[in-house]
């Protein structure tokens, strides 16, 4: 851990302050500028930012209270553009091995950032995995782009903006009291997600029928072991109002799901089973449909190449979001007029958002007609 730390201070080389050691204390050097890469050509730069949930979020296998998280800005000729990295632990990237990613980056080498195919071509094949640290760039290249264009990408990639879905609001699992709460908090919401996978499934789903009759998804992230059983659920949970079942079992368990699936009266959604584009063809006949992320899939370019081959296939989409600022949040909603379900209340579950972007307006996606992913930095820390 030392050395790993030692290492990651040392290939950073970026943090000037004299006697810093450990990731915390680099959250202090909110403010200043980080990266320095310039021949002309792209300029990339990054600041680690720690996010602050509002509640701990607790899931089937974890809690926390805080998100590490990258920022990022790529700069050419005055124009800049904005991206992120959101990296819950249990997906494995951290602050350091994003900062180690970033860092090995050589950017500038790049004249013309129109040429995003060979630009996140060369980011991919830098190293294997890290594919929130990618998808900083890539957000940042989308935002660049669409500013340079003076457009919007759903207006790029020819989406209709009013065609976006509701979003859904996320409860995480918690006591009656904590539920009831957080119910009352996502009243402008018209769909509830509801985290399940524990002992306490049918107590979560009685206790917020007990304060509203909205529909309701339910998250299971792979709580569920057993395949007859997990049927069973779905048919009372179908009873009581709940539309889709994201990540019913294991992703290892791809024979249970299927079967799962093909007797399911509701809709299943793969979200761990599934990260990058070739996991599409492997939940396909698995799964109905696939929950995209950026952070899981590299950003912008391939969650786009995801749509479009999930929908020849006939499956359904939803957009789905980490805990987030409103820079991921509003770069993952450009995608948002052709998914069948939203999932992107990352940027309103934390308290130091920097951004302001994409808007839930009466429970739905509202796009901003501003270009790029559609940003107004309302606190400048780099
Ligand atoms: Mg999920």
Redesign the pocket.
Known sequence: MKTDRRNFLRTAGLFALAGMTGVETLFATSGKKVIPSSKGGLSLSFLPYELQLQHVFT?ANSSRKTTPDVLTRIEIDGVVGYGEASMPPYLGESIESATRFLSSLDLSQFTDPFQMDDILQYVDSVMPGNTAAKAAVDIALHDLVGKILKQPWYKIWGFDPSDTPHTSFTIGIDTPEIVRQKVAEAAPYKIL?V?LGLATDREMIETIRSVTDRPLCV?V?QGWTDRVKALETIHWLKENGVILV??PMPKTAVDDMAWLTQNSPLPT?A??SLQRLPDVIKAHGVYSGI?I?LMKCTGMREAHQMLTLARSLDMKVMI?CMTETSCGVSAASQLAPKADWA?LDGNVLITNDPFAGMQIIDGKVTLTDKPGIGLKVVKKLF
């Open positions: 899931l997600k985290k998250d992230n994201e990540q959604v979200d761990e929950n992320k789905g999932d």
